[in-house]
């Protein structure tokens, strides 16, 4: 497991040595043919801030290599907005006295519909953790009723047993997103004081037990804002870099959320300028060229305009993050505030216009 991993490391002695990298340490990794961990330290370090240029070009080349020109899109699906977890950065938590709502079969064939009639084949299906509404059961009807309508299913929900993920996979769930939201213990437990989610561990074993339901492909990343986001993306290039070794059949994908203001929501304890993002996106693609990286409508229209020529492989597009945004209930009360407000179609011509394809399909499996 992972944990026997992640034990072993210290996270002031990480910290530290990323802080410690100099100039020289940049140059190094940006001329090696291949990267070590030590080279993804100097490549989110401070120091590389200075080489912004050249690992945007680097990492413009090394996807362009890898994925073509291509941006593939996606559109999140909020199932439901009950959870049973106190997480102090979700509009979601348990403890904000909001109107509750879980799709019933009609109304998510009714989001599913718009969605198709705007595009869409890859759909990620998100929900809060409420075992007894939005339960294993329910995933599985909702993949089986989505399944004859979309390429590619993907899924962000609370974190599973690996039996049920076995279960999931076999009706044809092909991604499943898990974030640690931060790698600093301490921290987490501030964030995940209540519920299911407050135990760290189970949930860093998540991704183990994904490989071993033999999922697709697994999703990783920490929510920036929560905790020195150097040092967290230190831990998930670690955790990836295991997970790669040991669940080789599976493919990977990294996300990059910036913490966004919410009904209640406290304002993040540390920033990351765009500058930086833009740095831990090249990094990323620097060091992991078979890495697939995404950008959500988090983000603004400007910085994802620029963005998808620098790393990027996929991002959404005409997003809700409410149960019953694009449809059935648009006024229920969203997750987090989204900042790039264009139409999917807007979105694909910005992609078009920069001299790529956007991609709506890219993969199907035999139904
Ligand atoms: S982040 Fe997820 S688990 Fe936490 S309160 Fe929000 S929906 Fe629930």
């Not at 995933?139 to 004859?148: S, W």
């Not at 135990?199 to 920036?224: Q, S, W």
């Not at 295991?242 to 009904?263: D, G, M, N, T």
């Not at 011509?349 to 790529?356: L, T």
Request: aromatic share 12%; proline share 4%; hydrophobic share 35%.
């Amino acid at each position: 497991m992972f944990r026997d991993l992640f034990d072993t490391y210290n996270w002031d002695e990480a910290r530290e040595s990323i802080y410690a990298k100099k100039a020289a340490d940049v140059e190094t990794a940006l001329h090696k043919a291949k990267r070590s961990i030590e080279d993804f330290k100097a490549l989110i370090s401070p120091a590389a801030l200075a080489y912004l240029e050249p690992m945007c070009r680097l990492s413009r080349r090394l996807t362009q290599q890898r994925f073509g020109k291509t941006m593939q899109l996606y559109i999140p699906l909020y199932l439901s907005n009950e959870c049973q977890n106190i997480c102090t950065y979700c509009g979601f938590s348990y403890d904000n006295k909001i109107k509750r709502k879980t799709l019933t079969a009609i109304e998510l064939l009714q989001e599913a519909q718009y969605l198709q009639a705007q595009g869409f084949q890859h759909v990620l299906l998100v929900t809060g953790e409420a075992n007894m509404t939005v339960g294993v059961d329910y995933l599985q009807n909702a993949i089986r009723l989505l399944r004859p309508h979309f390429a590619q299913l993907s899924m962000e929900v609370q974190p599973l047993e690996q039996e049920e993920y076995a279960t999931l996979v076999g009706e044809g769930l092909h991604t499943v997103l898990v974030y640690q939201e931060t790698y600093h213990r301490e921290e987490y437990k501030k964030h995940h004081p209540k519920g299911k989610k407050s135990n760290f561990y189970y949930r860093l074993d998540t991704p183990d037990r994904l490989g071993r339901a033999g999922i697709h492909k697994i999703g990783l990343g920490v929510l920036i804002g929560l905790e020195d986001w150097r040092t967290d993306s230190f831990f998930t290039a670690l955790h990836i870099g295991y997970l790669e070794k040991k669940y080789w059949q599976s493919r990977y994908s990294i996300s990059f959320p910036r913490l966004r203001p919410a009904a209640g929501i406290p304002d993040p304890k540390v920033m990351m300028s765009d500058r930086e993002l833009v740095q831990l996106i090249c990094a990323w693609r620097i060091f992991n060229e078979e890495i697939e990286l995404s950008v959500s409508t988090r983000e603004n229209a400007g910085f994802r305009d620029h963005i998808i020529s620098l790393g990027a492989t996929s991002i959404s597009a005409g997003s809700r993050t409410n149960p019953g945004g694009y449809v059935t209930d648009v006024e229920s009360l969203e997750q987090f505030a989204i900042d790039d407000h264009r139409s999917p179609q807007e979105i694909a011509a910005m992609i078009e216009r920069s001299g790529y394809k956007a991609v709506w399909k890219d993969w199907e499996a035999f139904k």
